[in-house]
């Protein structure tokens, strides 16, 4: 509708656009202004002068915004002289509230200038019609803004040792990585792959330096977490470093506890996983929609394993309650400071424990290949029970193997993966004692696998 000249027509895209563009500013303001009042609250009047919030930022944002939407709604003749003219005033008005804050007021902080800038850019790409985009970007920008106490304190708990142990890590991965992760086998079996004892050394060295600052932070207490996680990736890997860790501090009570602790978290994990695999790749691999008692059976093994792993865990923490803070003490005893973040001499030793493990795996199998996917499954679970779970359900899918064997092998290669533990732990010379219990939970946790194994061996069901 036109009244004299005038287009009263609504253009709700602007609108929705202009509301968007001062939200995504307004909130990097809110932050800033909740600054403000922290700092004014702490008698700090210096970080209080001339601080932009809510209103100022979510301005700035506009303004991007109309910068980048007015031309559209000019004829074109005009549209491609004013553009300029409406980007500079903005640009000119943050650069002269940076150099008031610097030469006038003297502060030499330019994260808040900084802020601003970003805010008016999120405007322009709501302008562009980036809207998703600009309140993600809006989102970070005001997280990493919150976060900058704990980014400090967290920076000055940094060691430059624990810095340069990052680093290596990070030259390793990056640097050497193109050059070593080649598929690479050995001259005699043609077995050991020098990609994948690559990509296992690097998993050692990356938990290792994972663990040993989650001890330094959160203490000991947090162990049980920190395996828990690293289980879910490799818990072969986690329990390499969790007795490593134990070595260093020294098998006391408590030490001990959390090591085992962390040990069956380890494998609480990755029976979860293997559980979630054996689910997701048997209905998808278009297998069959039909669900069998084969894997009721095996699924309700696993879930009882998962079970007897989680209880004597939270049991254990509930009996040894150790009192235990980020300088390592331990029921009022001082344990002693971890030396280095990463150990090369143990990611090195177990790399070649792996390898051996997998080369009497395939030895086993050329030898013994009557006794066919079973007995795979039980060495194959010593060495990657996610790997031998999908190689199984291969098998399945191409009408190699029956449901019921592979339900087996699944079962075997889990109860492979969990015992192998000790073989890590013996390898390692970890106490008598702590082996003698660490036997009894996996014996337990593995009982229901075992059975329902049996049962279907034996053909009771």
């Known amino acids: 509708m036109v009244i004299h000249g005038l287009n009263t027509s609504v253009e709700w895209t602007l609108l929705m656009k202009s509301l968007i563009a001062f939200a995504v500013g307004a909130l990097i303001g809110l932050e800033r202004e909740k600054a403000k009042q922290e700092a004014a609250e702490s008698g700090n009047t210096e970080?209080?002068?001339?601080?932009?919030?809510?209103?100022?930022?979510?301005?700035?944002?506009?303004?991007?915004?109309?910068?980048?939407?007015?031309?559209?709604?000019?004829?074109?003749?005009?549209?491609?002289?004013?553009?300029?003219?409406l980007i500079l005033p903005p640009i000119f008005t943050i650069l002269f509230f940076i150099i008031h804050r610097m030469l006038i007021l003297k502060e030499s902080g330019i994260t808040t200038p900084l802020a601003l800038g970003l805010a008016y850019v999120l405007g322009v790409l709501v302008g562009l019609g980036y809207v998703l985009e600009a309140v993600a970007l809006s989102v970070l920008i005001t997280f990493m803004l919150a976060v900058k106490l704990?980014?400090?304190?967290?920076?000055?708990?940094?060691?430059?040792?624990?810095?340069?142990?990052?680093?290596?890590?990070?030259?390793?991965?990056?640097?050497?990585?193109?050059?070593?992760?080649?598929?690479?086998?050995?001259?005699?079996?043609h077995v050991v792959n020098f990609k994948t004892l690559y990509i296992f050394f690097v998993i050692i060295l990356i938990i290792s330096y994972i663990g040993y600052m989650v001890?330094?932070?959160?203490?000991?207490?947090?162990?049980?977490?920190?395996?828990?996680?690293?289980?879910?990736?490799?818990?072969?890997a986690t329990t390499i470093n969790l007795i490593v860790l134990g070595q260093k501090l020294g098998f006391r009570n408590a030490v001990s506890n959390l090591v085992l602790g962390g040990i069956l978290s380890a494998n609480l994990a990755m029976v979860i996983r293997n559980l979630l695999i054996f689910t997701f790749l048997r209905y998808t691999m278009a297998i069959t929609a039909e669900i069998s008692r084969y894997t009721v059976l095996t699924m309700l093994a696993l879930l009882a394993t998962a079970l007897a792993l989680y209880i004597p865990i939270?049991?254990?923490?509930?009996?040894?309650?150790?009192?235990?803070?980020?300088?390592?003490?331990?029921?009022?005893?001082?344990?002693?400071?971890?030396?280095?973040?990463?150990?090369?001499?143990?990611?090195?030793?177990?790399?070649?424990?792996?390898?051996?493990?997998?080369?009497?795996?395939?030895?086993?199998?050329?030898?013994?290949?009557?006794?066919?996917?079973?007995?795979?499954?039980?060495?194959?679970?010593?060495?990657?029970?996610?790997?031998?779970?999908?190689?199984?359900?291969?098998?399945?899918?191409?009408?190699?193997?029956?449901?019921k064997v592979v339900s087996i092998s699944v079962m075997l290669t889990t109860l492979a993966a969990i015992l192998n533990k000790l073989l890590y732990a013996v390898a390692s010379k970890v106490p008598r004692a702590l082996v003698v219990r660490l036997l009894m939970y996996l014996l337990i946790a593995t009982s229901p696998l075992l059975i329902a194994a049996l049962i279907l061996i034996f053909g009771a069901l």
């Open 215 to 236: 001890v330094k932070m959160c203490g000991m207490r947090a162990l049980t977490y920190f395996a828990f996680f690293g289980g879910l990736v490799h818990s072969e």
């Open 314 to 403: 939270k049991l254990k923490l509930i009996q040894s309650k150790p009192q235990v803070s980020t300088n390592m003490n331990i029921r009022g005893e001082e344990v002693p400071s971890l030396t280095s973040p990463i150990n090369y001499r143990a990611a090195i030793k177990y790399c070649l424990l792996f390898a051996a493990i997998l080369v009497m795996t395939t030895l086993a199998t050329m030898y013994f290949s009557d006794k066919g996917l079973l007995t795979l499954s039980i060495l194959g679970g010593l060495v990657s029970s996610e790997a031998m779970i999908f190689s199984a359900l291969s098998l399945l899918q191409v009408g190699l193997a029956s449901e």
């Open 47 to 85: 970080d209080v002068k001339e601080f932009p919030g809510v209103r100022s930022f979510g301005f700035v944002s506009l303004l991007g915004a109309l910068t980048i939407i007015a031309p559209y709604y000019m004829p074109s003749d005009i549209a491609q002289y004013v553009l300029i003219p």
């Open 150 to 189: 704990h980014i400090v304190k967290a920076i000055r708990g940094v060691t430059y040792r624990e810095l340069l142990s990052a680093l290596e890590i990070g030259i390793i991965v990056f640097l050497l990585g193109p050059f070593l992760a080649r598929d690479i086998y050995d001259p005699l079996l």
